[in-house]
């Protein structure tokens, strides 16, 4: 069972996860604005082969693992504090272990 956080480490984890989901928001909006506009440029200006779904594909892949590692395995997340307590458990068997004559 994880300690319960004092106030003012409450409020530091608050504003670094808020920071964290907005900066992940920003970068999926930049995303879609980009993408968007080459896409266009590849189907009216250079002809109709499609170039433009490489670096689609490619930034596609970096917004997934940002969104992945912000909304899943960020600080304060379930899975990662359910690892952590796993961890905990396991060191602390193990300690208890070796103290025994």
């Known amino acids: 069972m994880p300690l319960p956080l004092p106030p003012d480490a409450l409020e530091a984890l608050a504003h670094r996860r808020a920071q964290a989901k907005l900066g992940w928001y ?57 690892m952590v307590q796993r961890e905990r458990d396991a060191l602390q068997r193990e300690h208890n272990r070796t103290d025994r004559p």
């Open 26 to 82: 920003l970068h999926a909006a930049a995303y879609l604005l980009v993408n968007a506009v080459m896409f266009a440029l590849s189907d009216r200006a250079f002809g109709t082969r499609p170039w433009s779904v490489y670096p689609l594909l490619g930034w596609g892949l970096g917004v997934v693992m940002h969104g992945i590692s912000v909304f899943a395995l960020g600080s304060g997340s379930g899975l990662r504090e359910r």
